[in-house]
């Protein structure tokens, strides 16, 4: 198929939820990094310079519209403004507030600078490749489903969200299987009369199978089964529907499915990286900066730097085909506004470079650039431009 198949081209393009202000669940005291064992430091002790590093701009939103299934708790103000800070880290597998004063380009576990270049280890990742529209599952039942070429968005989740179970425990990648269906029912819709092809039982639709690896596609890809229960079945807490993939717009099904907006990616990322916590589970550890921010270029190097270098996790960004390298065609180059993981960074190259995943494999991308299980190395300068480009929609760090 030439494309990420029907529909894909719009995909993403729904509006950020409502919030709804909660208060966070770590004690973001203003000097204590928040690790078991440690004890705030001393309030009467003067605190160091706070080191040169601007804020990343968090607080260029665009316009956005209401989904009232999936009320996306708000994030505090003075959260905001630690992760701005670079503030918000991962150290041994915690989540931790640096001290005031602190440089967020020091690894704190090691007090060593982070390194100019740095790459994750993509050995299991690059094999996160979507389920194709149309084939057989791991039961062997046929289907035939365009919901499936919109799942980019869970696609770029479950390979970030791999990394979280190395470094946390959890959530479970490499162990979720079952089977899955479309959720109309809990979108609170009915079924589409023209919807997809899948297996029944005595008359009862089951969805498709899918576990943590499967050879279904003639190679080995990893991470299907958790892929779908985050489009079809993850449901955080004060959500009426499941799936961060919308399944229905204003009452009505959508067939194929509308994909994956950017609000329902940060949600998934901290819902899930959390670990479900009950409270507010938005404060975790991801935020968005949409392309609006003046400042964007630097502000991604800086994101991708911290996240991929200092924490061990990656950036997802929701960025415009066009200037990817692997969906290069010419004049026939598509703009479908796609989601990605960034994986690595060069800031030394010339020029500085970052490396992605890319979980829309060779049946959805058949460009001679695209191949299953390929990583991808851009520019800093293209990845920006594909942030910026006509549907291009913003990173989450």
Not at 38 to 53: K, M, Q, V, Y
Not at 306 to 324: C, H, K, S, W
Request: proline letters at 9%; glycine letters at 10%; charged letters at 15%.
């Amino acid at each position: 198929m030439a494309d990420a198949g029907p529909g894909r081209a719009a995909v993403h393009s729904a509006a950020v939820s409502p919030r709804v202000a909660f208060v966070p669940t770590f004690a973001a005291t203003p000097g204590g990094v928040i690790v078991a064992g440690t004890l705030p430091p001393d309030p009467t002790a003067p605190s160091p310079a706070t080191p040169a590093f601007p804020p990343i701009d968090l607080h260029v939103v665009p316009g956005q519209w209401v989904d009232s299934r999936r009320p996306l708790p708000d994030q505090s103000a003075s959260w905001l403004d630690l992760k701005a800070a670079g503030r918000i880290a991962l150290v041994d597998g915690r989540f931790a507030v640096l001290p005031v004063g602190s440089d967020p380009m020091v690894n704190p576990s090691t007090s060593l600078p982070v390194p100019d270049k740095a790459l994750l280890d993509v050995t299991w990742t690059r094999w996160i490749v979507e389920v194709p529209g149309s084939g057989i599952d791991e039961k062997h039942n046929y289907f035939s489903n365009l919901s499936y070429w919109e799942f980019c968005g869970d696609g770029a989740m479950t390979v970030a969200l791999w990394y979280w179970q190395q470094l946390t425990g959890h959530p479970d990648v490499t162990g979720t299987a079952g089977y899955f269906l479309d959720p109309y029912a809990a979108e609170g819709v009915s079924w589409p009369t023209s919807g997809p092809s899948i297996a029944t039982s005595h008359g009862t639709r089951l969805g498709t199978y899918w576990s943590g690896s499967d050879t279904v596609s003639g190679f080995t890809a990893h991470g299907r089964g958790f892929e779908f229960y985050l489009a079809m079945a993850a449901q955080p807490t004060g959500w009426q529907s499941t799936g961060f993939t919308l399944f229905a717009l204003d009452g009505k099904p959508r067939y194929p499915a509308f994909g994956t907006p950017i609000s329902n990616i940060q949600a998934g990322l901290n819902w899930e990286s959390s670990g479900q916590a009950a409270g507010n589970w938005n404060d975790a550890y991801y935020t968005t900066v949409y392309p609006q921010d003046p400042s964007l270029a630097r502000d991604l190097t800086a994101a991708v730097t911290m996240d991929v270098g200092r924490d061990g996790v990656p950036v997802v960004a929701m960025v415009d085909t066009f200037n990817l390298p692997n969906w290069q065609a010419g004049a026939a180059t598509p703009h479908i506004r796609h989601a990605i993981s960034i994986v690595g960074y060069d800031n030394a190259a010339n020029p500085p470079t970052f490396t992605y995943t890319e979980t829309c494999g060779r049946a959805c991308n058949r460009r001679g650039g695209n191949q299953d299980g390929d990583i991808h190395v851009i520019s800093q300068a293209d990845m920006v431009l594909a942030l910026q480009n006509q549907v291009g929609m913003g990173f989450v760090w």
